[in-house]
Protein backbone atom coordinates (compact mmCIF):
# COMPACT_ATOMS: atom_id res chain seq x y z
CA UNK A 1 0.00 0.00 0.00
CA UNK A 2 1.24 3.27 -0.58
CA UNK A 3 -0.46 6.43 0.68
CA UNK A 4 -0.10 10.03 -0.20
CA UNK A 5 -0.93 12.29 2.33
CA UNK A 6 -1.47 16.37 1.20
CA UNK A 7 1.64 15.98 -1.27
CA UNK A 8 2.21 19.67 -2.99
CA UNK A 9 4.54 20.22 -5.42
CA UNK A 10 5.80 23.72 -6.68
CA UNK A 11 8.35 24.57 -9.42
CA UNK A 12 9.65 28.45 -9.18
CA UNK A 13 6.24 29.47 -7.56
CA UNK A 14 4.37 27.29 -9.64
CA UNK A 15 2.01 25.16 -7.60
CA UNK A 16 1.68 21.90 -9.90
CA UNK A 17 -0.04 19.61 -7.72
CA UNK A 18 -1.74 20.34 -4.72
CA UNK A 19 -2.73 18.45 -1.80
CA UNK A 20 -3.15 15.20 -3.42
CA UNK A 21 -4.07 12.83 -0.51
CA UNK A 22 -4.81 9.32 -1.56
CA UNK A 23 -4.27 5.67 -1.00
CA UNK A 24 -3.04 2.70 -3.03
CA UNK A 25 -4.10 -0.58 -2.59
CA UNK A 26 -1.73 -3.19 -2.41
CA UNK A 27 -3.64 -6.21 -4.81
CA UNK A 28 -4.85 -3.85 -7.18
CA UNK A 29 -4.63 -2.02 -10.01
CA UNK A 30 -4.70 1.86 -9.45
CA UNK A 31 -5.07 4.37 -12.02
CA UNK A 32 -4.40 8.05 -12.59
CA UNK A 33 -5.88 9.71 -15.31
CA UNK A 34 -6.10 13.77 -16.01
CA UNK A 35 -5.73 15.59 -18.84
CA UNK A 36 -2.17 16.27 -20.00
CA UNK A 37 -0.36 18.70 -18.17
CA UNK A 38 -2.45 17.57 -15.04
CA UNK A 39 0.20 16.48 -13.08
CA UNK A 40 0.19 12.59 -13.10
CA UNK A 41 3.87 12.11 -14.09
CA UNK A 42 5.08 15.00 -11.56
CA UNK A 43 2.73 12.87 -8.59
CA UNK A 44 4.42 9.70 -10.07
CA UNK A 45 8.20 11.36 -10.04
CA UNK A 46 7.28 12.45 -6.33
CA UNK A 47 6.54 9.01 -5.27
CA UNK A 48 9.82 7.37 -6.07
CA UNK A 49 11.87 10.49 -5.20
CA UNK A 50 13.12 11.55 -8.81
CA UNK A 51 11.37 15.39 -7.78
CA UNK A 52 11.19 16.04 -3.52
CA UNK A 53 7.70 16.93 -2.58
CA UNK A 54 7.07 20.58 -1.42
CA UNK A 55 4.88 19.47 1.20
CA UNK A 56 3.31 16.49 2.36
CA UNK A 57 4.42 12.61 3.08
CA UNK A 58 4.71 9.49 0.82
CA UNK A 59 3.86 6.57 2.61
CA UNK A 60 5.06 2.96 1.35
CA UNK A 61 3.24 0.64 3.76
CA UNK A 62 4.79 2.23 7.40
CA UNK A 63 7.72 3.93 5.96
CA UNK A 64 7.72 7.46 5.14
CA UNK A 65 9.62 7.58 2.20
CA UNK A 66 9.74 11.93 2.04
CA UNK A 67 11.93 11.37 5.32
CA UNK A 68 14.35 8.54 4.41
CA UNK A 69 18.31 9.32 3.49
CA UNK A 70 19.32 9.47 0.29
CA UNK A 71 20.88 5.98 1.05
CA UNK A 72 17.44 4.50 2.66
CA UNK A 73 15.63 5.59 -0.66
CA UNK A 74 17.79 3.77 -2.60
CA UNK A 75 17.32 0.97 -0.59
CA UNK A 76 13.12 1.41 -1.13
CA UNK A 77 13.65 1.73 -4.54
CA UNK A 78 14.41 -1.52 -5.29
CA UNK A 79 11.25 -2.71 -4.13
CA UNK A 80 10.22 -1.09 -7.42
CA UNK A 81 9.90 -1.65 -10.65
CA UNK A 82 9.31 0.83 -13.44
CA UNK A 83 7.32 1.18 -17.02
CA UNK A 84 8.60 4.71 -17.93
CA UNK A 85 6.74 6.21 -20.63
CA UNK A 86 8.08 4.77 -24.51
CA UNK A 87 9.25 1.65 -22.83
CA UNK A 88 12.78 3.47 -22.25
CA UNK A 89 14.63 0.36 -23.09
CA UNK A 90 18.30 0.54 -23.62
CA UNK A 91 19.12 0.54 -27.27
CA UNK A 92 22.13 -0.39 -27.23
CA UNK A 93 21.45 -3.91 -25.62
CA UNK A 94 19.92 -7.21 -26.41
CA UNK A 95 16.52 -7.97 -25.04
CA UNK A 96 17.93 -10.31 -22.87
CA UNK A 97 20.36 -7.44 -21.55
CA UNK A 98 17.82 -4.85 -21.02
CA UNK A 99 16.20 -7.35 -18.39
CA UNK A 100 19.51 -8.25 -16.81
CA UNK A 101 20.84 -4.83 -16.64
CA UNK A 102 18.49 -4.65 -12.83
CA UNK A 103 19.68 -7.54 -12.06
CA UNK A 104 23.47 -6.47 -12.65
CA UNK A 105 22.93 -3.41 -11.21
CA UNK A 106 21.24 -4.26 -7.51
CA UNK A 107 22.06 -7.75 -7.09
CA UNK A 108 24.95 -10.33 -6.19
CA UNK A 109 23.51 -13.42 -7.76
CA UNK A 110 26.02 -15.48 -10.11
CA UNK A 111 25.82 -15.38 -13.96
CA UNK A 112 23.83 -18.22 -14.39
CA UNK A 113 21.27 -17.13 -11.95
CA UNK A 114 20.73 -13.68 -13.32
CA UNK A 115 20.35 -15.72 -16.51
CA UNK A 116 17.84 -17.86 -15.22
CA UNK A 117 15.63 -15.09 -13.83
CA UNK A 118 15.85 -12.63 -16.56
CA UNK A 119 14.45 -16.12 -18.44
CA UNK A 120 12.00 -16.60 -16.49
CA UNK A 121 10.57 -12.99 -16.33
CA UNK A 122 10.98 -13.06 -20.18
CA UNK A 123 8.89 -15.84 -20.71
CA UNK A 124 6.44 -14.60 -17.79
CA UNK A 125 5.50 -12.14 -20.60
CA UNK A 126 4.91 -14.39 -23.09
CA UNK A 127 8.33 -13.52 -25.62
CA UNK A 128 9.92 -16.42 -26.36
CA UNK A 129 13.34 -16.91 -28.76
CA UNK A 130 14.02 -12.61 -28.98
CA UNK A 131 16.63 -12.74 -25.93
CA UNK A 132 19.38 -11.88 -28.58
CA UNK A 133 17.35 -9.61 -30.53
CA UNK A 134 17.74 -5.48 -29.75
CA UNK A 135 14.68 -3.40 -29.31
CA UNK A 136 14.50 -2.31 -32.68
CA UNK A 137 14.21 -5.49 -34.02
CA UNK A 138 11.51 -6.09 -31.71
CA UNK A 139 7.10 -4.66 -32.33
CA UNK A 140 5.85 -2.01 -30.18
CA UNK A 141 3.71 -4.57 -28.26
CA UNK A 142 6.88 -6.89 -27.82
CA UNK A 143 9.29 -3.58 -26.03
CA UNK A 144 6.62 -3.16 -23.73
CA UNK A 145 6.72 -7.10 -22.70
CA UNK A 146 10.38 -6.30 -22.27
CA UNK A 147 9.70 -3.34 -20.33
CA UNK A 148 7.39 -5.00 -18.26
CA UNK A 149 9.74 -8.07 -17.96
CA UNK A 150 12.56 -5.64 -16.57
CA UNK A 151 10.34 -3.70 -14.00
CA UNK A 152 9.41 -7.74 -12.65
CA UNK A 153 12.76 -8.60 -12.38
CA UNK A 154 13.87 -7.66 -8.85
CA UNK A 155 10.68 -9.16 -7.79
CA UNK A 156 8.87 -5.56 -6.83
CA UNK A 157 6.26 -4.79 -4.14
CA UNK A 158 5.46 -1.40 -6.02
CA UNK A 159 5.20 -1.30 -9.64
CA UNK A 160 4.78 1.87 -11.60
CA UNK A 161 3.67 2.60 -15.19
CA UNK A 162 3.75 5.89 -16.81
CA UNK A 163 1.04 5.44 -19.90
CA UNK A 164 2.15 1.69 -20.43
CA UNK A 165 0.06 1.12 -23.58
CA UNK A 166 1.04 4.52 -25.74
CA UNK A 167 1.76 3.99 -29.38
CA UNK A 168 -0.12 0.90 -28.85
CA UNK A 169 -3.02 -0.55 -31.17
CA UNK A 170 -6.31 -1.42 -29.47
CA UNK A 171 -6.05 -5.17 -28.96
CA UNK A 172 -2.19 -4.58 -27.88
CA UNK A 173 -2.86 -1.98 -25.16
CA UNK A 174 -5.40 -4.70 -23.78
CA UNK A 175 -3.19 -7.67 -23.82
CA UNK A 176 -0.86 -4.94 -22.49
CA UNK A 177 -3.42 -3.65 -19.41
CA UNK A 178 -4.28 -7.53 -18.55
CA UNK A 179 -0.54 -8.70 -18.04
CA UNK A 180 -0.20 -5.93 -15.68
CA UNK A 181 -3.39 -6.47 -14.11
CA UNK A 182 -2.34 -10.51 -14.08
CA UNK A 183 1.26 -9.77 -12.38
CA UNK A 184 -0.50 -7.66 -9.48
CA UNK A 185 -2.34 -10.17 -8.61
CA UNK A 186 -0.24 -13.16 -9.27
CA UNK A 187 2.73 -11.17 -7.22
CA UNK A 188 0.31 -9.08 -5.09
CA UNK A 189 1.94 -5.90 -5.60
CA UNK A 190 0.57 -2.26 -5.51
CA UNK A 191 0.69 -0.90 -8.78
CA UNK A 192 0.12 2.08 -10.32
CA UNK A 193 -0.47 3.08 -13.64
CA UNK A 194 -0.71 6.84 -14.96
CA UNK A 195 -2.96 6.78 -18.49
CA UNK A 196 -5.04 8.35 -20.73
CA UNK A 197 -6.52 5.40 -22.01
CA UNK A 198 -10.25 4.75 -21.14
CA UNK A 199 -10.26 1.53 -22.67
CA UNK A 200 -7.60 0.97 -19.81
CA UNK A 201 -9.59 2.51 -17.27
CA UNK A 202 -12.97 0.44 -17.92
CA UNK A 203 -10.54 -2.50 -18.12
CA UNK A 204 -8.37 -3.03 -14.91
CA UNK A 205 -9.19 0.34 -12.98
CA UNK A 206 -9.87 -0.83 -9.53
CA UNK A 207 -9.36 1.97 -8.21
CA UNK A 208 -8.99 5.34 -10.55
CA UNK A 209 -8.01 9.09 -8.85
CA UNK A 210 -9.21 11.58 -11.52
CA UNK A 211 -6.74 14.91 -11.26
CA UNK A 212 -7.38 18.24 -12.57
CA UNK A 213 -5.05 21.17 -12.58
CA UNK A 214 -3.20 19.17 -10.18
CA UNK A 215 -5.99 18.65 -7.65
CA UNK A 216 -7.56 15.37 -6.77
CA UNK A 217 -10.81 15.91 -8.40
CA UNK A 218 -12.61 12.76 -8.01
CA UNK A 219 -11.93 8.85 -7.10
CA UNK A 220 -13.83 5.77 -7.49
CA UNK A 221 -14.08 2.79 -9.08
CA UNK A 222 -14.21 1.62 -12.82
CA UNK A 223 -18.17 0.93 -12.00
CA UNK A 224 -18.39 4.27 -10.57
CA UNK A 225 -17.24 6.53 -13.63
CA UNK A 226 -20.25 5.80 -15.71
CA UNK A 227 -22.73 7.07 -12.63
CA UNK A 228 -20.86 9.81 -11.57
CA UNK A 229 -21.63 13.61 -11.79
CA UNK A 230 -18.47 15.19 -11.53
CA UNK A 231 -18.41 17.89 -14.47
CA UNK A 232 -14.81 18.14 -15.05
CA UNK A 233 -14.37 14.10 -14.80
CA UNK A 234 -17.44 13.55 -17.34
CA UNK A 235 -15.97 16.01 -19.72
CA UNK A 236 -12.52 14.04 -19.59
CA UNK A 237 -13.84 11.05 -19.59
CA UNK A 238 -16.87 11.23 -21.95
CA UNK A 239 -14.79 13.27 -24.28
CA UNK A 240 -15.30 10.90 -27.42
CA UNK A 241 -18.23 10.43 -29.27
CA UNK A 242 -17.89 6.58 -28.70
CA UNK A 243 -17.73 7.43 -24.88
CA UNK A 244 -20.68 9.25 -24.93
CA UNK A 245 -22.88 6.43 -26.82
CA UNK A 246 -21.40 4.23 -23.71
CA UNK A 247 -22.73 6.51 -21.35
CA UNK A 248 -25.89 7.33 -22.90
CA UNK A 249 -26.66 3.11 -23.42
CA UNK A 250 -25.77 3.03 -19.53
CA UNK A 251 -28.09 5.59 -18.51
CA UNK A 252 -30.79 4.02 -20.68
CA UNK A 253 -30.24 0.20 -19.06
CA UNK A 254 -30.82 2.37 -15.46
CA UNK A 255 -33.66 4.20 -16.26
CA UNK A 256 -35.38 0.39 -17.48
N1 LIG B 1 10.80 19.76 -14.02
C1 LIG B 1 9.78 20.61 -14.18
N2 LIG B 1 9.94 21.94 -14.02
C2 LIG B 1 8.90 22.79 -14.15
N3 LIG B 1 7.65 22.40 -14.45
C3 LIG B 1 7.42 21.10 -14.64
C4 LIG B 1 8.47 20.13 -14.52
N4 LIG B 1 7.94 18.90 -14.75
C5 LIG B 1 6.64 19.10 -15.03
N5 LIG B 1 6.33 20.41 -14.96
C6 LIG B 1 4.99 21.00 -15.15
O1 LIG B 1 4.09 20.34 -14.31
C7 LIG B 1 2.80 20.22 -14.93
C8 LIG B 1 2.36 18.78 -14.85
O2 LIG B 1 3.20 18.01 -15.74
P1 LIG B 1 3.08 16.43 -15.87
O3 LIG B 1 4.19 15.99 -16.73
O4 LIG B 1 2.96 15.84 -14.53
O5 LIG B 1 1.70 16.28 -16.65
P2 LIG B 1 0.97 14.94 -17.06
O6 LIG B 1 -0.39 14.97 -16.45
O7 LIG B 1 1.81 13.77 -16.74
O8 LIG B 1 0.88 15.15 -18.64
P3 LIG B 1 0.98 14.06 -19.83
O9 LIG B 1 -0.28 13.26 -19.71
O10 LIG B 1 1.01 14.90 -21.05
O11 LIG B 1 2.21 13.23 -19.62
C9 LIG B 1 2.97 20.75 -16.34
O12 LIG B 1 2.48 22.06 -16.41
C10 LIG B 1 4.46 20.73 -16.56
O13 LIG B 1 4.87 21.77 -17.45
Known amino acids: ?114 LDRANFCLRRVNLINVNHLYPSQISGGMQKRVAIARAIALNPKYLFCDEPNSGLDPITAGIIDNLIKE ?24 KVMFIHEGKKWWEGSKDDILDSDNPELNKFVFASEMAQMVKKYHNRLKMK
Open 1 to 114: MIRCINVCKTFDDREVLSNIDTTFEKGKTNLIIGQSGSGKTVLLKCMVGLHEVTSGDIMYSETNFSALSNKQRSEERKKIGMIFQGGALFDFATVEGNVLFPLNMFTNMSEEEK
Open 183 to 206: LTIEYDITTIINTHDMNSVMQIGD
